[in-house]
């Protein structure tokens, strides 16, 4: 599997904090026009406060990214933490057991971020299509 360089990686993950910080930043004056003391548009400072990370989901999508999310994260952790105690790689899904092990919590978190991924795209397009 290819793996991004240490520089777009840090690019992508610095890029996505700043949106998230300035996206909370934009709260601020968003609060300030609801409460009557700064004049504007409700709904344009809404949307700069939540442009960055908007996604029009329902409840049972947002359960099921939820929850992808979380099998994302903790298989990809308990993987490497198992493959790091038992020197295991999991890269196939064969024994002894602990590489399989690591084989199937790798497996776990790759299909749920992509099944996160795609809930999360379907969200976004149907904000975009909503504005």
Avoid: C, K
């Amino acid at each position: 599997m290819p793996r991004l360089d240490a520089r777009t990686r840090a690019t992508l993950i610095g890029h996505g904090l700043a949106v998230i910080l300035l996206g909370l930043l934009l709260g601020f004056p968003y609060a300030l026009v609801i409460q009557g003391s700064l004049a504007g548009s409700e709904r344009a400072w809404r949307m700069a406060h939540l442009e960055g990370v908007l996604i029009a989901l329902g409840p049972r999508a947002a359960a099921w990214l939820r929850r992808a999310l979380i099998v994302t994260a903790y298989g990809n952790l308990a993987g490497a933490a198992l493959g790091a105690a038992s020197g295991e790689r999991g890269l196939a899904p064969a024994g002894p057991a602990a590489n399989l092990v690591v084989y199937l919590l790798f497996l776990a978190a790759v299909v749920a971020v992509l099944g996160g991924l795609g809930i999360a795209a379907i969200g976004a397009f149907r904000a975009a299509r909503a504005e």
